[in-house]
């Protein structure tokens, strides 16, 4: 009888053992989120021009009183698309890059007082539009 037990016991302590690892991963601490919008890192942030006529963020992050480079890259390829910052909707213009036809990228440097401030697609201002935050 022994022989046919001695299996069985074995099959449930390794069960046993490998449920104890697995609750003992679930225990363990999940890492911190992601951040939920692009943030200035090293006096740079990047938005994207995606295909559908949208940027890939809708909020920009920048530290503000600070010189901060915004790389625009348009990956909407054969798509013309620029990226300007205004003090807000319907305001003055800020900054912007050229009208650049996809693939291409450009850069433009601000040093923004803190606040929100509005940005588009100068060429598609309803559908490529958000906010940036200095703060």
Request: proline share 9%; glycine share 6%; net charge neutral.
């Amino acid at each position: 009888m022994w022989r046919r037990v001695a299996p069985l016991a074995i099959a449930v302590s390794l069960l046993a053992g490998a449920l104890g690892i697995a609750c003992q991963q679930e225990e363990a601490p999940a890492p911190p989120p992601a951040a939920s919008t692009p943030a200035a890192r090293e006096g740079q942030v990047t938005i994207r021009a995606i295909p559908t006529l949208k940027y890939d963020t809708k909020e920009l992050r920048v530290p503000a009183n600070t010189q901060v480079t915004i790389l625009f890259i348009n990956d909407d390829t054969g798509v013309p698309h620029d990226f300007a910052i205004w003090t807000k909707k319907d305001g003055k213009k800020i900054a912007g890059t050229e009208l650049i036809t996809g693939p291409a990228r450009q850069s433009i440097t601000v040093n923004l007082a803190p606040g929100q401030y509005y940005f588009n697609c100068t060429v598609h201002p309803t559908e490529m539009e958000g906010k940036v935050i200095a703060q």
